[in-house]
Structure formats: structure tokens, C-alpha cells
């Protein structure tokens, strides 16, 4: 069991920046960001495999957010800059437990791949 514990939301201004944090309490082979609005489906946000460090976008934050991690703190960061209000959201860290094989792309897109969540931080941008 890996415990997902984010930090860093709150209100900022559009074209701002922001910063998340998630701290895990074990190893995962992969962790992503999702966000959701009420009403609306998880959506896929960044993905970083542990190994390797290889990262996933989608088109609409791609250029924009950049997601990284801190293997000694196991720890993953996601930066967002020039934020739009369409980024208002509930944002959640994920994690694929430790051992699970390296997949294509598409797998660190969907929610139904990660085993583990944290509670989410909300994100406000303001217009």
C-alpha cells in the first residue's frame, strides 16, 4: 500500500504559476496527475515512469505543465505555468505500485491504471 499525500494548491491568477507536491510513503513504478471538475470525468494530466524519468502529457497542458520527481524524497512535483482558468480543478496524485511493467503511453493516460490515490488539492485560477 503506498499512501499519496499532495500539497501546493490554492489560488493564483491566470498566467501565473503553481506548483504541486505529492509525497509517497513507498516505491512506485509510475505517478501521475489527474484533475476533475464536478460533473466531469478524472482527467489525465502528466504521467512520470520512476525509472528512467519518462513523462506523458496531454495535448492541453502539454508546453505548459512539466511534471518531475525527487527520488530521494519520493517525491513528485508538478509545475504549472501560464495558467488558464479551464485549469480550475480538484487535482489528484496517483501512483501504479511498485513492480508493474513498463507499458505503452496510453496505459499512464487512464485512471483505472493507477492502484493508488491521494485525496486531491484544489487549484483555483482566477480571470
Known amino acids: 500500500q503506498v499512501q499519496l499525500v499532495e500539497s501546493g494548491g490554492g489560488l493564483v491568477q491566470a498566467g501565473g504559476s503553481l506548483r504541486l507536491s505529492c509525497a509517497a510513503s513507498g516505491r512506485a513504478s509510475a505517478m501521475g496527475w489527474f484533475r476533475q471538475t464536478p460533473g466531469k470525468e478524472r482527467e489525465f494530466v502528466a504521467a512520470?515512469?520512476?525509472?528512467?524519468?519518462?513523462?506523458y502529457y496531454p495535448d492541453s497542458v502539454k508546453g505548459r505543465f512539466t511534471i518531475s520527481r525527487d527520488n530521494t524524497k519520493n517525491t513528485v512535483y508538478l509545475e504549472m505555468n501560464t495558467v488558464k482558468p479551464e485549469d480550475t480543478a480538484v487535482y489528484y496524485c496517483a501512483a501504479t505500485p511498485a513492480g508493474t511493467p513498463t507499458y505503452v503511453s496510453s496505459f499512464y493516460s487512464r485512471a483505472i491504471s493507477y492502484a493508488f490515490w491521494g485525496q486531491g488539492t484544489q487549484v483555483t485560477v482566477s480571470s
Open positions: 512520470i515512469r520512476w525509472s528512467g524519468g519518462t513523462t
